[in-house]
């Protein structure tokens, strides 16, 4: 039997991927069909107005830093 892993990120968490790009928003952790979590989430992020997305497993990203208000 494997070990249950745990997801990292929660639902709103500002990440960008560790080779850089664009802040995005984790929107949804991917849970496979036999309610496992394997290490993907869904972010999404503006490029320009237009509303981007994509799946990106774990490994690939990290918390963004924080911006000053």
């Keep these: ?25 984790i929107k949804e ?11 993907n989430y869904k972010a999404q992020w503006f490029a320009g107005k237009k509303l981007e997305m994509g799946v990106f497993p774990e490994e690939s990203l990290k918390l963004a830093a924080k911006k000053a208000d």
């Design 1 to 25: 039997m494997t070990k249950e892993r745990k997801p990292k990120y929660e639902l709103g968490n500002v990440v960008t991927l560790v080779s850089g790009g664009p802040d995005m928003a």
């Design 29 to 39: 952790i991917v849970i496979s069909i036999n309610k496992e979590f394997h290490g």
